[in-house]
């Protein structure tokens, strides 16, 4: 009798759910899913950004290389002229009693020795600025390629930390429906369905719930870890409660549930978002009873803060 009350209970609170609501859902899961593109966008560009900063540092060092050669020749052509300089003016000092004429033609060609070496002074000295102007072009891209590679180095360790966190964490619980990787720099958290709801329902289950506390005690210490909530289903469609109007709003209400006892463990909800899938992303053939066993699932996406990153790209 008490079971029956109950059921009939849940049925009056799921039937409050307006069609706005879900509605919301959507349109929040539609801006959501178009965030996790640029996020995977951003560190694609991220990873080739670092990339062409490499091959522009190195671009760099060829022309510095290329510019030292310049000026070690024109050093060289500068002390040549000199010698010659002095020399003509030994000579001309020696046939300062010849003819008018030749001490005119040694005037001339001590004038143009010295325009010539002038000229090339302020070559010398032109290049020697530039060369001084790419020095600090290439400290300055070595610097922010530095920086770079750090906060990334940063995310990495902090991502493997995280996902050593949480494999600790539900230790107890893996080989049971539920499996800890990292795929594309993110930590994935997948929870069968067997682990969380009862077939049809959106009600965690003790031990399902007892593997999300678990999780939310890792995430609650990380506020800048994004926490995306996917729910999955199989292809069968679903027509057990009048609530409900397909898989795909079955998934969103498995995830909000998991929400739920997120916020309700002091996880930060500007981090967490709820998406449901329904049956559009299965991870195995629906065509057998394990495969939809795979399908229906939940899966905690928890993605690193890209700010200061994005920040450094934008400089």
Known sequence: MKKLMLFFIAIAITSCVSKSIYEDLDNKYNRLKNQNLNLVGENDQLFTTTKDLKKENKNLKLSIDSLATTKTILQNDVDVLAAKKKQLETSYQELSASSSEQLNNKAKEIFELSRQLNQKETTLIAEQTRLEKLKNKLTAR???????ENLIAVKEEKMQNLKAAVSNAL??????????HR????????????LLFSSGSWNVGSQGEKAVV????VL???????????GHTDNVPYRSNNSIIDNWDLSTK?????????????????????AGKGEYVPLATNNTAQGKAKNRRIEVILTPNLDAINNLLVE
């Open 171 to 180: 230790q107890n619980f893996e080989g049971k429906g539920l499996t800890v």
């Open 254 to 274: 498995r995830a909000t549930a998991i929400v739920r006892i997120l916020l309700n463990n002091r996880v930060n909800p500007k981090n967490i978002t709820a």
């Open 220 to 230: 609650k210490d990380n506020n800048d870890i994004e926490v995306l909530i996917e």
């Open 183 to 194: 795929k594309n720099g993110k930590v994935y958290v997948s929870m069968e369905n067997k």
């Open 214 to 217: 678990e999780l939310a005690n």
């Open 142 to 148: 070595a610097e922010r390629v530095a920086q770079l």
